[in-house]
């Protein structure tokens, strides 16, 4: 019988995770402090991060870094995922490609977030620290961090996107399962979140609002630590458990994928899935594309401009050299919550400046388009940002049955939809859009960017 799921054994997880900072022929630009246009060191990243994580951050020497055995323990308890090979979704599709996807969703809390939400509150909890905080969109990353500061005895507040938490109301519920408070972002118990509701009091809210909220409230708490769930280098990190186990699991299918794809918010799934495998087109000539899938609504790597911006909306964070749409954009209100953020991380961004890599834009419509065939394919609802992945390794598999060729495409299910039916819903009563973006405003919201001369800053 033909092999469908490939599996590794608990003492096969990796011990390492990979750090492609540095195998990067051109590194990141530094991350700047936005009083002195000076770049930062790790001490400075420790006034919001535990010590561990600022250290990752800037680490551009050591490729492989180790997973603390206290943390592999944990990783435990969900991992290895299954890498599957989609043997219905390419019959749905008629395709001669060959479709593996690396199973995020597997574990209970729905999605690949807990894989760095386990080891950041493992370094606070090390470190002394009592609080942690957060913001977060769907609520994906909320509820990760809510079960793994409560592993760790630590007490947690969530920031939740406002519009988020009115589409998914069960996300709230499933922090509150795991002990964290839960607010509504722009909320009245920051100061950045009233100077925003004052502004515009029907703010639906963005990872913008609830960033700059979770800052707030990390900088003025004792031993509370700012945690986030993606964008940052030290995030994708810890996200690599997905490409290296990966990586194990097509050498048992005895493959190795042409293309790899993942959707985009702030880049930590695509980075874990992708960093593994790039790392032998850096050092040994292999020629796999990469494809990050961001949404229409949100297109920061296709549209936006390589520029230092701010990670939040109220520009509390360090300024950070990224392709941006501008650290106030609003996007529209698509179901896939995780991808509706201004910015992509510093890492992709460099790795698209240098032709590593390249995003494509989804519309809403197509992406539950595709989840609607995997899911009647292979019996996985995927999570709306997942449905991305899937759109866009389904218009590579079309080019590869055009084309005659047996492509092997691998993408990442980020997570399952099991908590988003009301989106679904929404899609088969066709009361979906989609939601595209000019030009000019896309430039109008970049004025807000503060100007710096990169060329300047890369001498
Ligand atoms: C948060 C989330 C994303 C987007 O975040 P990345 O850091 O870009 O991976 C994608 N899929 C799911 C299921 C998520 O929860």
Redesign the pocket.
């Known amino acids: 019988m033909r092999q469908k799921r490939f599996i590794l054994q608990e003492n096969e997880i990796p011990t390492h995770w990979y750090n492609i900072q540095a195998d990067m022929p051109n590194k990141p630009l530094p991350p700047l402090n936005p009083a002195t246009h000076k770049p930062l060191d790790a001490d400075d990243l420790s006034h919001i991060f535990n010590k561990e994580c600022s250290k990752q951050e800037l680490d551009i020497e050591h490729a492989w870094i180790e997973i603390p055995e206290e943390v592999r323990e944990k990783y435990t308890y969900y991992r290895s995922t299954p890498l599957v090979r989609a043997y219905a979704f390419e019959e749905a599709l008629g395709t001669s490609a060959h479709i593996y996807f690396k199973n995020e969703s597997t574990n209970p809390l729905g ?3 807990i894989n760095s939400a386990i080891p950041q509150c493992y370094y606070c909890k090390q470190e002394g620290d009592t609080n942690v905080t957060t913001e977060t ?2 609520g ?2 909320g509820a990760a961090l809510s079960y793994a500061a409560k592993l760790y005895g630590l007490e947690a507040a969530v920031y939740q996107v406002k519009i988020s938490m009115q589409q998914k109301p069960y996300r709230s519920a499933i922090m509150r399962t795991f002990g964290a408070t839960v607010e509504g972002s722009p909320s009245m118990s920051t100061r950045a979140g009233k100077d925003i509701i004052t502004r515009d009091p029907n703010h639906p809210g963005s990872l913008g609002t609830a960033i700059s909220e979770a800052i707030e409230l990390a900088t003025t708490t004792p031993n509370c630590k700012y945690t986030l ?3 940052l280098n030290h ?1 994708a990190l810890h996200q690599t458990v997905i490409g290296l186990e990966a990586e194990k699991q097509m050498e048992m299918a005895g493959e190795y994928p042409d293309t790899v794809i ?9 980075g874990g899935i992708a960093f593994p495998f790039m790392r032998h087109n850096i050092k040994d000539g292999k020629r796999t594309e990469f494809i990050a899938a961001e949404p229409e609504s949100c297109p920061k790597l296709t549209r936006g401009k390589f520029e230092y911006d701010f990670g939040d909306e109220a520009g509390y964070t360090p300024l950070l050299p990224m392709f941006t749409l501008g650290h106030d954009f609003k996007p529209a209100n698509i179901h896939a919550g ?2 509706r953020y201004h910015g992509a991380g510093m890492i992709i961004s460099q790795l698209i400046r240098d032709n590593y890599m390249h995003g494509v834009d989804i519309p809403q419509l197509e992406s539950f388009e595709a989840s609607m065939i995997f899911a009647r394919a292979e019996g996985i609802i995927p ?1 709306p ?2 449905g991305h992945a899937i759109a866009a390794a389904i218009r590579e598999a079309k080019k590869a049955t055009e084309e005659g060729k047996e492509k092997v495409i691998l993408f990442c299910l ?2 399952h939809g099991l908590i988003d039916m009301t989106a679904y819903e929404s899609y088969i009563n066709g009361d979906l859009q989609n939601y595209s973006i000019t030009d000019s405003e896309i430039e109008k919201n970049l004025e807000d960017v503060p100007q710096f001369d990169i060329n300047e800053i890369e001498k």
């Open positions: 999605s690949h977030k969109g769907a994906q990353w769930g993606s964008v995030v993942a959707c985009f918010g702030g880049g930590s799934n695509f995780g991808l999570a940002e997942s980020s997570g």
